[in-house]
Nanobody
């Protein structure tokens, strides 16, 4: 499956952005979906995941209550809604797919990756 992330940009602190991840090649419904981010000079960090069936989500503590992951398997698309953005959310955001019903927090558990989209939050 090929993944294409989009929707990044520049936003002021407190603002919102919605990232999209479009899948092609194979049905996205057979994969768990995940979002990761990498800030300059830092390692790639788990942001959150959504199960294959959409019934289960998990987030890193720093984004709980502010970020929401959703997916529409019929559209082969996954979204990351980011609200109340903070400057420390600035990073390149990547979507990923795991050949599993539920994805984990480790990047090595994901088999396919999008190219990344830059999110910059100004203070």
């Amino acid at each position: 499956v090929q993944l294409q992330a989009s929707g990044g940009g520049l936003v002021q602190a407190g603002g919102s952005l919605r990232l999209s991840c479009a899948a092609s090649g194979r049905s996205f419904s057979t994969y768990a979906g995940g979002w990761f981010r990498q800030a300059p000079g830092k390692e790639r960090e788990f942001v959150g995941m959504i199960s294959m069936s959409r019934t289960y989500t998990r987030y890193v503590d720093s984004v709980k209550g502010r970020f929401t992951i959703s997916r529409d398997n019929a559209q082969n698309t996954m979204w990351l809604q980011m609200d109340s953005l903070k400057p420390e959310d600035t990073a390149v955001y990547y979507c990923a797919a795991a050949r599993a019903a539920v994805g984990g927090r480790d990047a090595h558990e994901y088999d396919y990756w999008g190219q990344g989209t830059l999110v910059t939050v100004s203070s």
